[in-house]
């Protein structure tokens, strides 16, 4: 969709760590601390490869798997400004309805069925919309 429509559509990413998977939050952090590497998307995508063998060491591994300086990587996963994204991230979500990743969004109506078929009709009634 980002490529069909890439002056009509943003991507907006949010984390919502799910309280019942042990690494969820460090995992979240991590990104986003690999995300001042310029890494998040890498870092992330490796993130749900493993999700099932996550732990502090996975996390460590695909940290240096990407290259990234892993003692700013370290001091950036203890960083008070990344927890408290994470945090206010896991706050918006709750207050909009996420009760489970992923969840979709196209302009604040939470999508039910995630293809991209129904992404496509979505995006073209808002885009109708915004031309009326």
């Known amino acids: 969709m980002l490529e069909k429509y890439p002056e009509e559509v ?3 990413y949010k984390n919502f760590p799910l ?3 042990k690494f969820a939050w460090q995992a979240a952090v991590a990104a986003l601390a690999a995300g001042r590497q310029g890494k998040f998307w ?13 732990s502090d ?8 798997l990407l ?8 001091e950036d996963m203890k960083d008070p400004e990344i927890v408290a994204l994470v945090r206010q991230d ?10 489970g990743i992923p969840t979709i969004f196209i302009n604040g109506r939470q999508l039910r ?7 496509q009709v979505v995006i073209e009634k808002q885009l109708k919309k915004m031309k009326k």
């Open 67 to 74: 290259n990234l300086d892993i003692k700013r990587f370290q």
């Open 90 to 99: 896991v706050r918006d979500g709750g207050d909009a309805g996420v009760r």
């Open 42 to 54: 890498e870092f992330h995508d490796r993130l749900f490869e493993n999700y099932k063998q996550l």
């Open 113 to 119: 069925n995630r293809n991209l078929e129904d992404f």
């Open 10 to 12: 943003k991507l907006v």
């Open 19 to 21: 309280k019942n998977h």
């Open 57 to 64: 060491q996975k996390i460590q591994e695909i940290a240096r």
